[in-house]
């Protein structure tokens, strides 16, 4: 086994990262609302386990990924919203990627169980698994590691409730690497033997190999960073994501739902 599974995070064969020049990214959770009143009261405990979940990933990345909480959704670039779990999946992440490779927006949304469907997932031990595992998606490990001991194994292995350090070694390496890092252009570069695999490039940048010990430099820079364009395709998405009534703490006058119900018209969500 590899001791990484970066080889599954490509996107036609170029790792997909956030720019360092987004660095802090910015988070907003939305509220936490749930039909139950004993699951609603632990609303804050929910919260938490996000915060505390991205605060993991940034310490396990040693600065490298770095987050900021915001209180408006159209300030955001990760955006966090609470579902009911269904049986396909327990969580789910939308990214969006602009063609040099760059993450620019990311969209999560947490499954939680109503007993009925993945009962085990009650648990809000799997919760924190769910969470650690599609904050990392939004982070650029876009694939799943071969490995059940992984955050980022699946199917969802209940008890696996922590970041392995295969994982922190795959997400490390991925923001070690330059955006849209190339390993095939890299290893023809090097003359290796082919077919040769993305962690045969690692190790010979890493002085593995025994015909290794050269540095990195001499890969080319990705096309330049421009973090205002970048931006402004994230504040589209979040200014339509202000319609979104899902994830926006807005209640419906009974009166205005009565009105709708009077001219056989379906009522607005709650």
């Not at 632990?42 to 040693?62: G, P, R």
Request: charged share 25%.
């Amino acid at each position: 086994m590899e001791r990484t599974y970066l080889d599954q995070c490509l996107k036609d064969g170029l790792t997909v990262r956030w720019p360092d020049s987004a660095m802090p990214i910015r988070v907003y959770v939305a509220p936490f609302r749930w039909y139950e009143k004993s699951k609603q009261n632990e609303s804050y405990a929910y919260n938490q386990m996000v915060f505390d979940a991205f605060e993991l990933w940034s310490k396990v990345s040693e600065g490298r990924v770095r987050f900021q909480q915001v209180a408006q959704l159209d300030g955001s670039q990760i955006d966090v919203s609470w579902r009911r779990v269904d049986r396909k999946s327990l969580g789910h992440c939308q990214y969006l990627v602009n063609q040099q490779s760059l993450l620019y927006s990311a969209e999560i949304k947490i499954g939680i169980s109503d007993g009925l469907v993945h009962g085990q997932y009650n648990d809000m031990d799997e919760v924190k698994h769910t969470i650690l595992h599609e904050i990392a998606h939004a982070l650029g490990l876009i694939g799943h590691s071969d490995a059940g001991d992984d955050i980022m194994y699946v199917p969802h292995q209940y008890g696996v409730i922590n970041i392995s350090q295969r994982d922190i070694d795959t997400l490390k390496t991925l923001y070690k690497l330059p955006p849209a890092f190339d390993y095939l252009a890299v290893g023809r570069k090097f003359k290796l033997k082919e077919p040769f695999t993305l962690h045969q490039v690692l190790d010979h940048l890493e002085g593995r190999s025994e015909a290794a010990g050269k540095k990195i430099d001499f890969i080319p820079p990705p096309p330049p960073e421009n973090p205002a364009v970048l931006q402004s395709q994230h504040d589209i998405l979040s200014h339509m994501g202000k319609f979104h009534l899902a994830t926006q703490n807005i209640k419906v006058d009974p009166a205005l739902k009565k009105m709708f119900i009077a001219k056989k018209h379906s009522p607005p969500p709650h």
